[in-house]
């Protein structure tokens, strides 16, 4: 199975602050990667998919990047609203795996 | 609009049975691959079972083989997850997700949840 490793597991932030999470894959995945919000009590939503296209309706303040083993989400000025935990999940082979979660609190 | 719809959720025994329903509507069922994915309270996310868009293939981690079975009914565009042999552990939100393409593909669309517990 692919192992996928998030780093940090707790970021503390600012509004307008830029912000990256890293996710690392055991093993390449090339660039099926997915980036999902999630906020309390509420399901997963996607932002990213393949590894850098923007899913249509999210703000364009989020980017991600990479291939490979190694991908960032950045965030590129911290809103009130994006105060939540991101997950990356890569669906290049099964099974499915995600990180174990990148908690952005309020600083 | 596009929506998933989770039920079947509730309190079941150590090695009880439980059936899950996903109502899916606003897309064309048969030509998406789906999945089940569950959280654990205060945990992240696992997915937990695929199917392809015909129901021909079905895929699933080391964790819930042989105990978790993932069906389809495209008449009905519903999905299922039977969960036999439950264990404690098995404890969560299962979330019910329709993945962009068939048969891989990310998760575009969530349902809102439904909460399994497995307690004595």
């Known amino acids: 199975d692919i192992q996928m490793t998030q780093s940090p597991s707790t970021l503390s932030a600012s509004v307008g602050d830029r912000v990256s999470i890293t996710c690392r894959a055991s093993?390449?995945?090339?660039?099926?990667l997915a980036w999902y919000q999630q906020k309390p009590g509420k399901a997963p939503k996607v932002l990213i998919y393949k590894a850098s296209s923007l899913e249509s309706g999210v703000p364009s303040r989020f980017s991600g990047s990479g291939s490979g083993t190694e991908f960032t989400l950045t965030i590129s000025s911290l809103q009130p609203d994006d105060f939540a935990t991101y997950y990356c999940q890569q669906y290049n082979s099964y099974p499915w795996t995600f990180g174990q979660g990148t908690k952005v609190e309020i600083k | 609009e596009v929506q998933l719809l989770e039920s079947g959720g509730g309190l079941v025994l150590p090695g009880g049975s439980l059936r899950l329903s996903c109502a899916a509507s606003g897309f064309t069922f048969s030509s998406y691959a789906m999945s089940w994915v569950r959280q654990a309270p205060g945990k992240g996310l696992e997915w937990v079972s695929a199917m392809s868009g015909s129901g021909d293939n079905t895929y699933y981690p080391d964790s819930v083989k042989g105990r978790f079975t993932i069906s389809r009914d495209n008449s009905k565009n519903t999905l299922y997850l039977q969960m036999n042999s439950l264990r404690a552990e098995d404890t969560a939100v299962y979330y019910c997700?329709?993945?962009?393409?068939?048969?891989?593909?990310?998760?575009?669309?969530w349902g809102k949840g439904t909460t399994v517990t497995v307690s004595s």
């Open positions: 997700a329709k993945q962009d393409w068939n048969p891989g593909g990310y998760m575009d669309v």
């Open positions: 093993q390449s995945i090339s660039r099926w």
